[in-house]
């Protein structure tokens, strides 16, 4: 009897897990990889578009050119998951069975509330997202005068507003554009993850590029045209972008399953309370003891390869193995700059823990390649190389 293994989402967890099961699996089983978009978004990336809508073609990859014959793609929309049933309800198509299930449908936008967040700026999660800025920028460029420069805000300065803002500044400076960038941070400093060593060198980077920074006071309302805070006087825009944090797919609001704002809950083995179901990437809370694993690439990218041996393992009922969380270094960019913090390369430590230039550049874009290589080719890869 042939078991059916389902994937959801085309993201760095559903694309990387589907190229490991193709791997792991045996021939008496049947992939199917179920996704809303046919193509994968090397996301880390996206805000390049912002600055080249050209960019599009080197970091948005079809699913075609991602999976193996063998695996059948069924391209809709996930509306719900029945794990009583074991099916995958979609939104246009049949339901899909499944005897088992990996679910990496990626995450939103969180709004924590804020008024007006949720209907009026622009998010990054998606090609359409990273267009949809790149036109309303040009658009209030074109209308604006060096007099009365038009204003694009950046809400959130963790790494995708901080990458946000630099591509924005980018943008501006390569087209001479009237247009003033402003990043905003609820916190007292950018990038709170951080410790103060790269907090500093990203503020140093993200000044020099002649981006306004207003930390410290969060944002309590958006309307269509401003923004209000708890202590400072309202601020006008032409251009919201909203990268303030993640919180779980809509999709994932009715699974009957352990979750936490539409997280679920996995153990270390990327298993979920049903031993049918495993969750991996930015949908999923996994337990790596004081803190779960971080939604981000490189976490999306380690848990995947497990969790599909972890799926092999269980077909065959052997142990599940658990997945630690390997932090890797940080790599920020600025435009064409970038910042390299507590990186290792092969295993080994970089001399210095903050460092920008040339080596940081290379590193960041090493990173995105060796990505785009692991779901395709060093050939598609390095047809990327100049854009990332």
Not at 220 to 248: K, P
Not at 303 to 320: H, K, M, Q, S, T
Request: charged share 30%; glycine share 8%; aromatic share 6%.
């Amino acid at each position: 009897m042939t078991t059916r293994v389902v994937v959801l989402g085309a993201g760095y967890a559903g694309a990387g897990a589907v190229t490991k099961l193709e791997e792991e699996l045996g021939p008496e089983t049947e992939l199917v990889w179920v996704s809303e978009t046919d193509y994968h978004l090397v996301l880390h990336e996206s805000h390049r578009i912002i600055r080249d809508p050209a960019v599009e073609d080197k970091i948005s990859i079809p699913v075609e050119d991602i999976k193996s014959r063998g695996t059948r793609f069924v391209h809709d929309e996930v509306v719900d998951v029945d794990t009583d049933d074991r099916t995958v309800e979609l939104a246009d198509g049949d339901d899909v069975d499944y005897d088992y299930l990996l679910v990496g449908i990626g995450s939103e936008t969180a709004t924590y509330g804020i008024d007006g967040m949720g209907e009026h700026p622009h998010t990054l999660k998606n090609l359409d997202d990273a267009l949809g800025i790149h036109e309303d920028v040009k658009t209030a460029a074109r209308d604006a005068t060096r007099e009365n420069p038009a204003k694009v805000v950046v809400g959130g300065a963790g790494l995708s507003g901080i990458q946000t803002a630099g591509e924005l500044a980018e943008f501006r400076d390569r087209h001479n554009a009237p247009i003033d960038v402003v990043l905003v941070e609820a916190l007292p400093e950018i990038f709170p993850p951080g410790d103060s060593e790269i907090q500093g060198a990203l503020r140093h980077q993200i000044e020099n590029r002649d981006i306004e920074i207003l930390t410290d006071d969060p944002i309590v309302a958006a309307t269509e045209d401003e923004i209000e805070f708890d202590e400072r006087e309202a601020l006008s825009y032409d251009v919201f972008v909203w990268t303030g944090g993640v919180t779980g797919p809509s999709e994932l609001a009715d699974v009957d399953l352990d979750a936490e704002h539409n997280r679920l809950q996995a153990s270390s083995n990327l298993q979920t309370e049903d031993e049918r179901v495993f969750a991996v990437g930015d949908c999923s809370l996994v337990d790596q003891g004081d803190e779960p694993a971080p939604p981000t690439a490189q976490a999306a990218w380690q848990a995947a390869d497990v969790a599909a041996e972890n799926i092999a393992r269980a077909i065959d009922d052997r142990p599940l193995r658990a997945w630690t969380y390997d932090d890797q270094g940080t790599l920020v960019s600025i435009g064409e700059a970038a910042i390299a913090h507590d990186v290792e390369v092969s295993g080994f430590s970089a001399p210095v823990r903050t460092f920008n230039g040339t080596p940081a550049k290379m590193l960041k874009k090493s990173a995105a390649a060796r990505w785009i290589a692991k779901i395709t080719s060093w050939s598609r890869a390095m047809k990327a190389w100049d854009a990332l």
